[in-house]
């Protein structure tokens, strides 16, 4: 079974949010919106991330020998974590 789309997640997030015509709660359909992303293993964040963020993951780092598939996990993992807080 294919995942949907994060468009697709996005616009089912919304309707489900808020089913008023007039008067949307616009930061309601923003939280479920973020929500069904989480939800779908998304997450979000900037794409210029501040000079501490890069300072925070290497303090953070595993160190030594790795395989340069598992380094680029860990570098990943590791700003995915110290961004989002």
Same mark, same amino acid.
């Given at each position: ?9 996005? /616009?089912a /997030? ?17 939280? &479920?919106?973020? &929500? ?20 925070? &993951? ?24 110290? /961004?989002?807080?």
């Amino acid at each position: 079974m294919s995942q949907p789309s994060i468009t697709s997640l996005i /616009a089912a /997030a919304i309707q489900k949010a808020d089913s008023s015509y007039f008067n949307e709660d616009y930061t309601k359909q923003a939280k &479920a919106v973020l &929500a069904a992303l989480e939800k779908a293993g998304y997450t979000v964040m900037r794409k210029d991330l501040p000079d501490d963020t890069w300072q925070k &993951a290497a303090d953070r780092m595993k160190t030594g020998r790795l395989r340069p598939d598992e380094h680029v996990k860990n570098v990943f993992e590791t700003v995915l974590k110290v /961004a989002n807080g």
